[in-house]
């Protein structure tokens, strides 16, 4: 059973459309993440959430935000994507005293 | 703040022959290190990890991995390996004092040939 789900696994957006991503998860842990993954290239950090506190990568540009209403559900939002922003995009999971990371299969973005 | 180096972007190699991958980290505290894989499509799924310890790691799939502190290396090895392990596999490193937040190597695309 699937315990990080990321929805949906394909999608496609607009050039400067906004678009939301969602994860949730089963598994009740504490911290959540969202990597951004270009071709051919490592995940990149762009956020991750204590519980509700947020904490971004000084890097992250401000064209992203995210939203975590609750334990199990997180979002990233896009507000204006770019080319640029084309990539598939990882929430991962994970409880405070346990260093492994649950991914999700991803959702792949494409901007047109 | 830590860094990973993956030195092969790409390894091709007949199935059930063995594979090493390379992996180097710089880190000036303890590290933790993982070795993910990544099957195309999907997300990354953990292979093992270095916590502390043995410095032998074993992981699935017949995986394991050594942990050199005097060469900063993490190499991951198989014995054996079958065209399911056609994949990207990434090594990662963090410490305490990142917060345990990973930082990825740029990934070594294993392609098993028949």
């Known amino acids: 059973d699937a315990m990080v789900i990321q929805n949906p696994r394909y999608q496609v957006t607009q050039f400067g459309k906004p678009v939301t991503l969602s994860c949730s998860q089963t598994?009740?842990?504490?911290?959540m993440y969202w990597y951004q993954q270009k071709s051919s290239q490592a995940p990149k950090l762009l956020f991750h959430?204590?519980?509700?506190?947020?904490?971004n990568e000084a890097d992250t540009p401000d064209n992203f935000q995210s939203r975590r209403p609750n334990t199990s559900f997180c979002f990233l939002d896009i507000r204006s994507p770019g080319l640029g922003d084309a990539a598939m995009y990882l929430c991962?999971?994970?409880?405070?005293?346990?260093?492994?990371?649950?991914f999700g299969s991803g959702t792949q973005l494409s901007v047109l | 703040a830590q860094s990973v180096t993956q030195l092969d972007s790409q390894v091709p190699v007949f199935e059930e022959a063995p594979v090493e991958l390379r992996c180097n980290y710089s880190?000036?505290?303890?590290?933790?290190l993982f070795w993910y894989v990544q099957y195309p499509n999907q997300g990354l799924q953990l292979l093992l990890k270095?916590?502390?310890?043995?410095?032998l790691v074993k992981g699935i799939n017949g995986f394991e991995a050594e942990f050199n502190k005097s060469q900063t290396s993490f190499h991951l090895r198989k014995p054996s390996v079958h065209i399911s392990d056609t994949a990207e596999y990434f090594c990662?490193?963090?410490?305490?004092?990142?917060?345990?937040?990973?930082?990825f190597g740029g990934g070594t695309r294993v392609l098993v040939k028949p």
């Open positions: 270095y916590l502390s310890g043995s410095t």
């Open positions: 990662a490193v963090t410490t305490k004092a990142a917060g345990n937040k990973l930082t």
């Open positions: 959430y204590y519980d509700k506190d947020f904490n």
């Open positions: 880190s000036s505290v303890s590290v933790y």
């Open positions: 598994l009740n842990h504490n911290v």
């Open positions: 991962a999971t994970r409880t405070l005293n346990n260093e492994k990371l649950f």
